[in-house]
C-alpha cells in the first residue's frame, strides 16, 4: 500500500516534468536563440548560448530593418490596445453598473446579447466589419482597429458580476439617504469602488488587442500601420530561412536569431502582464460563479 | 435643518408610482432614465460593432453580388465549393483533437497540481500558464522552429519518427495534430490555473468531510472535486469550441513561411477571406461568415442557457 | 424636529397579490422613538424603506411634518438612516464617511469639520477618524453609522437593525447608549428590530406587525399586560406566553383534564366553547396542596436569579413527540426539582388571559 502510493508519487513528478518541459523548452530556446548566429542554430546545440555580441547584432539588425519598421509597428500595437482598452474600459463601467443596479426595461435583453456576443468569437464579424468601416472611409487608419476593440462584451460582464457581486444595495441606498442622486451615487460610490474591476477588464481587454491578428489583417493595408503581429508575418515572409532562392522583392532578408528576438520584443508587453496577473485571469474567467 | 426638503412637485407622486416597480430598493423617479445613461455608450457600440456587422453579413449572404435577392444561392454556392468542405474537415479535425486534450490532460494536470504543497503547485502552474502570452503569430513562429528538425530542441523526437526535414513534419495530415499542439501549448496553461481556481473554491470542510468519510485522493478528485467543477469544464469546452472553429493565423502563417506547403484555404475564416479579398465576392464569403457566426451562436446559446453558468438576474 | 405619519401606506411588490405592507397607520410624535417589531418578512423593513424613499408607496401617504414625502427622493426628505449592515462606504476613512451627507449638501469645509468631530467626540470616535471602515471592529463601525446619521441632525432617525451584527454582550450596551443618545437629541426615531427585547427595552411606544398588517401599538408595558391578540401575546416576552387549547364549560375552564376557576366577569363574555388560554411563565407557581395543572417536568434552566421549568401537560405524557404542548413556569431559584418530577401548577389569580380560539383576539375581561 505504502510503495504504491510512493510509485503514484513519482509517475506523477515524472508526468509533471514531462509537461514542465513542454511548457517551457521552447521559452528558453528562443531565449537562447537570441544569442546565436543562424549558422549555430543548427550547428551547435540547441541548449548552447551564443554570445552578447550576436545577440547586440541581431537586435540591431531587427530594429534597423527597413528602417526602423519593427519600433512602428509596437508603437502602433499600442496605440491601437490603448486605445481599445481605454474606451472598452470608459464604456464598460457604467454599463456595468447600470446593468447591475438599476432597473430599465429591456435590462436582461441587453445582458443576455451581451453574453452570447462575449461568449461568440469575433473573427467571423471581421468581413462585415471591414466593409462598414470602408462605407465610412476608415479603413486603413487606426480606427478601424480600434473601435471594434472598444466594443468588449466580456469586460462589460465582468462590471456586471463586480457591482452586483460586491457592491451591497445598501450602500448605494445610503448614499442617496445621504443626498446623492443617481448621478452622484454613481460617481462618489460605486467609481472610487470600481478600481479592481478596472484592472481586471484591463488585462483581458489588452491581452486579447495585443494579441489580435486577423482584424488588422484585413483592415490595415499600409505597412507603417501594422500592429506588431502582424509585423511578425511581414518579418517571417522576409526570413531567409523560410523563403530560400527567394528573397521576394529584394528587401532586406532576417535572420532566423532576429526573428527569435522579434518575438520576444512582440511579446513582452503581454509577457509582462501575464507575469503578474494569475490571479486576475482566475478571477475574471471564474466570474458569474460568485453568487452560486 | 441641513438638507432642505424639496417642496412636493404635483405629478411627482404619480410618476413615482410608474417608476416604482422594483424589488430591490432602486428608487423612485429618475432611476430608470439613468439605467439607460449609464448603459449608452456601451450601447453604440454594441450596436455598431457587435449588431450592424451581424445584420450586414446576414444581409450580404442572402443577396447577389450586384444587388438583388439571392436566397440560398451564396450558401449553396459556398458550400459546394470544392475547398469548403475540407476546411470545415480541417477544423473539425483540429477541434476533436484539442478538445479532447483539454478534457483529458487539462484536467489529470489541474487536479494533480491541486494535490501537491501550495508552493510547489504556483511554481508549476506558473511554467505552464507563461507560453499564454505567445499567443497568436507568436506562437506559431515558435512552433516553425520547434518542428524544424535541423532546430529543434525535439530533434532526437522528430528523429526517431523519421522526420530530417520541416516539409515531412508540416504534412497536410499532420496539420490538425500541430495546430492543436500549438493551441495546447499557449491555451492550456491559463485554463489549468483556472481550473486550480475552480478547484481552490471547494470547501475545505467538502473535502475534509469526504476523508472522514474514508475517501483517499483518487476517489476524492473523482468523486467529489470532478462532479464540482464540471460545469467549469463544459465552459471551458464550449468556449475553445466557438473559438476554435475560427482558426485563421496559425494555417495563414505556417503557409507563409512554407512557401505554399499549407493551402491558403486550409480553414474556413481564410476561405472566406479568400473569397472575399481574392475572388472579390464579398456575398459568399458572408455565407461563410454566417455559417461560422451560427456555429458560435449554439455554443454560446447552449453555454448561457444550458449550464446556468452565467448569472442574469 | 418634526412628526411622522402613516396614512394607509401600501406596498404591493410587483408580481405578488399580499401586500407587503397593508394600510399601515401609524402616528410618531415628535421626538418620539417608536420601535417596529415582527418576525423576519413581516413588513417591517419594508415600511422604514418606504419612509426613507427608498421603496416606492403603492398607495396612501406618508407624511414628515405637514409634508406628504411620497414620490420625494430620499436626499429630499431630510432623514438619516443607520444600516443594518451598516452601509459605510468602504473608500472612505470615518471622518469623510460622517461627513459625506454635509458634503453632499454642500455644507463648508468648517462646518463639516466641526460636526464630526462633535458627533465622534459623543460617539468616542475620535481617534479613529482617519481610519477606513475596514480597520475597525464591529462596534466601531456601528458607531460610525451612528455617527453618520446624527451629525446631519435630521427630522427624522431611521434605524433598520443597527444592532444585529453586534455579539450579545456589545448588543446590550449599545442598546441603552441609542436609547439615551436618542433621547438627549430629541430626534424622532423609527426604529426596526426582530428582537422583542430590544423592542421592549428602547421604544417609548412598540408597534408589532405580522404578515404587513399592524397588531397593535402601544408603550411597552402595556403590549406586555394587555396584548390585543394571541400574536403579540406570543411574540412578546421571553420565554413566550404559554398558549393552550382549553374550553370554557359551566364552572370554568377545562385545560386538558384539569378545571381551572374563571373570574366572573369573563364567563359573561366569552360564553361556552373552545379558547385559547395564555398564562405567562410568571402567571403560574407550583401548588403545595396538589390541587391544579398536573405535569412532568422535562428539563429545569437555571438562571441564577430565577429559574424555569418546561413541563409536560400529565394528560399528554403518554405521547413523548417533540411537539407536545409544552409549558413554562417561572420560579424562584431556591425551588428544587429535576427532570421527571411530577408538579401541580397553580394559576395565580387575575393572571390568566384569553383569546378566542379562531381569531385570535383577546376576550376583555372587564
Not at chain 1, 257 to 284: C, D, N, S, Y
Not at chain 2, 65 to 87: K, M, Y
Request: one cysteine or more; glycine letters at 8%.
Amino acid at each position: 500500500m505504502k510503495l504504491s502510493h510512493f510509485t503514484w508519487r513519482i509517475v506523477g513528478l515524472i508526468v509533471l516534468l514531462g509537461f514542465t518541459a513542454f511548457f517551457f523548452v521552447p521559452v528558453i530556446w528562443v531565449l537562447l536563440a537570441t544569442t546565436k548566429t543562424d549558422v549555430q542554430l543548427t550547428s551547435s546545440g540547441p541548449f548552447s548560448l551564443g554570445t552578447l555580441s550576436h545577440f547586440v547584432h541581431a537586435w540591431k539588425a531587427l530594429f534597423g530593418f527597413q528602417s526602423d519598421a519593427m519600433v512602428g509597428w509596437l508603437e502602433n500595437s499600442a496605440i491601437y490596445s490603448f486605445g481599445g482598452v481605454a474606451i472598452a474600459i470608459i464604456a464598460a463601467i457604467p454599463a456595468g453598473y447600470g446593468l447591475a443596479l438599476t432597473q430599465f426595461i429591456g435590462r436582461r435583453t441587453l445582458l443576455a446579447i451581451t453574453l452570447v456576443t462575449m461568449i461568440m468569437p469575433a473573427t467571423a464579424l471581421v468581413l462585415p466589419l471591414f466593409l462598414e468601416m470602408n462605407s465610412v472611409n476608415l479603413t486603413d487608419t487606426p480606427w478601424a482597429v480600434i473601435l471594434p476593440f472598444s466594443f468588449f462584451p466580456f469586460g462589460v460582464y465582468l462590471c456586471y458580476i463586480f457591482f452586483s457581486s460586491t457592491i451591497p444595495k445598501d450602500l448605494l441606498s445610503a448614499a442617496r439617504v445621504d443626498g446623492c442622486n443617481e448621478w452622484g451615487v454613481f460617481r462618489y460610490v460605486a467609481l472610487p469602488l470600481a478600481r479592481p474591476v478596472v484592472a481586471l477588464v484591463a488585462f483581458f481587454a489588452f491581452v486579447a488587442d495585443w494579441n489580435n491578428y486577423y482584424l488588422p489583417f484585413v483592415m490595415i493595408a499600409s505597412n507603417s500601420k501594422l500592429p506588431v503581429q502582424v509585423g511578425l508575418e511581414y518579418l517571417i515572409s522576409s526570413t531567409e530561412a523560410f523563403n530560400p532562392g527567394n528573397p521576394g522583392t529584394g528587401a532586406q532578408l532576417v535572420q532566423r536569431p532576429e526573428l527569435a528576438l522579434a518575438i520576444l520584443v512582440a511579446i513582452a508587453p503581454v509577457a509582462i502582464v501575464f507575469m503578474f496577473a494569475q490571479r486576475t485571469l482566475v478571477k475574471g474567467m471564474l466570474a458569474g460563479a460568485t453568487k452560486e | 435643518m441641513t438638507v432642505p426638503p424639496v417642496a412636493a412637485i404635483p405629478g411627482e407622486r404619480s410618476r413615482a408610482r410608474r417608476g416604482g416597480r422594483s424589488e430591490d430598493g432602486a428608487p423612485i423617479g429618475s432611476s430608470r432614465l439613468s439605467g439607460y445613461v449609464f448603459v449608452s455608450l456601451y450601447v453604440v457600440l454594441l450596436a455598431l460593432f457587435g449588431i450592424a456587422p451581424t445584420a450586414y453579413a446576414i444581409y450580404l449572404s442572402l443577396t447577389k453580388v450586384g444587388g438583388g435577392i439571392a436566397w440560398g444561392s451564396n450558401f449553396t454556392r459556398a458550400f459546394q465549393d470544392f475547398r469548403f468542405l475540407p476546411a470545415f474537415e480541417h477544423v473539425a479535425e483540429y477541434l476533436a483533437i484539442w478538445l479532447i486534450a483539454e478534457a483529458t490532460l487539462i484536467l489529470v494536470l489541474a487536479l494533480m497540481l491541486h494535490s501537491l504543497a501550495r508552493r510547489t503547485s504556483a511554481a508549476f502552474r506558473f511554467l505552464f500558464y507563461m507560453p499564454g502570452a505567445l499567443a497568436g503569430a507568436a506562437s506559431v513562429l515558435v512552433w516553425l522552429f520547434m518542428l524544424d528538425p535541423t532546430l529543434s530542441p525535439w530533434h532526437f523526437l522528430l528523429s526517431i519518427l523519421g522526420y530530417a526535414q520541416i516539409d515531412l513534419v508540416l504534412q497536410p495530415s499532420h496539420l490538425p495534430l500541430i495546430f492543436a499542439i500549438m493551441a495546447f501549448w499557449t491555451g492550456a496553461g491559463g485554463w489549468i490555473v483556472v481550473m486550480y481556481g475552480a478547484l481552490n473554491n471547494i470547501p475545505d470542510e467538502l473535502l475534509e468531510a469526504a476523508k472522514l468519510d474514508g475517501a483517499n485522493a483518487f476517489q476524492s478528485a473523482l468523486r467529489i472535486k470532478l462532479p464540482l467543477i464540471k460545469k467549469w469544464v463544459v465552459y471551458m469546452l464550449i468556449l475553445s469550441f466557438a473559438g476554435g472553429t475560427q482558426l485563421f493565423v496559425e494555417p495563414q502563417l505556417v503557409g507563409q513561411a512554407t512557401a505554399g506547403l499549407v493551402s491558403n484555404t486550409w480553414s474556413p475564416n481564410q476561405l472566406a477571406y479568400y473569397i472575399a479579398f481574392i475572388n472579390d465576392n464579398f456575398n459568399e464569403a458572408a455565407a461563410i461568415s454566417v455559417t461560422l457566426l451560427v456555429l458560435g451562436l449554439v455554443g454560446a446559446t447552449l453555454l448561457v442557457w444550458r449550464t446556468k453558468l452565467f448569472e442574469i438576474n | 424636529m418634526a412628526t411622522v405619519t402613516f396614512k394607509e401606506a401600501s406596498r404591493i411588490y410587483p408580481k405578488t397579490e399580499r401586500k407587503a405592507v397593508d394600510r399601515l397607520n401609524l402616528e410618531i410624535g415628535d421626538g418620539e422613538f417608536v420601535v417596529l417589531v415582527g418576525p423576519s418578512g413581516c413588513g417591517k423593513t419594508t415600511s422604514l424603506r418606504m419612509l426613507a424613499g427608498l421603496e416606492p408607496v403603492d398607495e396612501g401617504g406618508i407624511f414628515i411634518g405637514d409634508q406628504n414625502v411620497v414620490g420625494l427622493p430620499p436626499r429630499s426628505r431630510d432623514i438619516a438612516m443607520v444600516f443594518q449592515n451598516y452601509a459605510l462606504y468602504p473608500h472612505m476613512n470615518v471622518a469623510e464617511n460622517m461627513g459625506f451627507a454635509l458634503k453632499m449638501a454642500k455644507l463648508e469645509k468648517s462646518e463639516i469639520v466641526t460636526r464630526v468631530r462633535e458627533a465622534a467626540k459623543i460617539l468616542d470616535l475620535e481617534e479613529y477618524l482617519e481610519r477606513k471602515p475596514g480597520q475597525l471592529s464591529g462596534g466601531q463601525r456601528q458607531r460610525v453609522a451612528m455617527g453618520r446619521a446624527i451629525v446631519r441632525k435630521p427630522q427624522v432617525f431611521l434605524m433598520d437593525e443597527p444592532l444585529s451584527n453586534l455579539d450579545a454582550k456589545l448588543r446590550v450596551s449599545t442598546r441603552t447608549q441609542i436609547a439615551e443618545l436618542q433621547s438627549r437629541l430629541g430626534v424622532t426615531t423609527l426604529y426596526v428590530t426582530h428582537d422583542q427585547v430590544e423592542a421592549m427595552t428602547m421604544g417609548d411606544r412598540v408597534a408589532v406587525i405580522k404578515d404587513g398588517v399592524l397588531q397593535q401599538v402601544d408603550v411597552p408595558r402595556a403590549l406586555y399586560d394587555a396584548p390585543i391578540n394571541s400574536f403579540v401575546a406570543g411574540f412578546i416576552g421571553s420565554p413566550a406566553m404559554n398558549l393552550l387549547d382549553a374550553t370554557i364549560v359551566e364552572s370554568g375552564v377545562q385545560i386538558g383534564r384539569t378545571l381551572v376557576s374563571l373570574p366572573q366577569s369573563f364567563h359573561q363574555i366569552a360564553g361556552i366553547g373552545p379558547v385559547t388560554v395564555g398564562l405567562r411563565p410568571e402567571a403560574l407557581e407550583l401548588a403545595s396542596d396538589g390541587n391544579g395543572i398536573s405535569a412532568i417536568v422535562k428539563l429545569v434552566e437555571e438562571l441564577g436569579s430565577e429559574a424555569y421549568i418546561y413541563a409536560q401537560l400529565d394528560d399528554l405524557a403518554g405521547e413523548t413527540t417533540v411537539t407536545t404542548p409544552e409549558i413554562v413556569v417561572r420560579v424562584a431559584p431556591t425551588v428544587v426539582v429535576k427532570s421527571g418530577d411530577r408538579i401541580t401548577l397553580r394559576v395565580k389569580d387575575d393572571s390568566m388571559l384569553l383569546f378566542d380560539a379562531e381569531s385570535g383576539v383577546r376576550i376583555k375581561g372587564r
